[in-house]
């Protein structure tokens, strides 16, 4: 019998989104539980599944596995379907940086600052905080120049395979330039913005696209 493929995860985390553009790309069929990490209170059962009470987990039948890079590697290894981690060793060097550039400099200020500022706390009733924005944008530059960058030089980002670097970049693209400055910015980085105009009309992006709360209204 197959094991159920279940990702439990909040519809608005970009962290989510990555493991779920990561599974449409593979073509694995998997099911959602709703867990929202910004609730005071996250369901006793979730913390046993993840300690630190963050999306996504993805459980593989009784097998349960967090942290969004090991949940894409395990996808990648664990089903068939096409390669998304390159074997080329560069390219896989370029992959890993992606990967870590966007946790380590680009997750917060393009996400946590600049659209939850200027995006979704509006769209719940909120006032986004002008100070949060600008200083996002202003960490947000460096982030943009190295990935454009990487997509100049051609390994990642620029055309060929989809890669997880593409899943892992994805998500928090589609929700910097909702605002308009992520937008404006974006802009300057040609190679970055050649790549985000033509993997943004993927199949796998458009049937992950969340939406805002308000489009729920
Ligand atoms: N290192 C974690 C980061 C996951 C993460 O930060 N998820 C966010 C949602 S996008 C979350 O759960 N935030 C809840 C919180 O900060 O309390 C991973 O790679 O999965």
Redesign the pocket.
Known sequence: MTKPIILRG?QY????RIARVTLHEKGVAYETEEID??QTEVPEGFLRRHPF????VLSHGDFDI????A?CRYIESAFDGPRILPTEEKALARVAQVVSIV?SYG?RPM?RQVFAHRVFRPSVGEVGNEVEIAEGLKASVPVLGALNTLASEGYVLSGGAITLADCHLAPMVAYFVQAAEGANALKSHSALADWWSSLSQRQAILETDPGLPSDQA
């Open positions: 909040y985390s970009v962290y989510n990490p910004f009470g963050r999306v996504p967090y942290e969004t890079t949940i946790d997750y996400v």
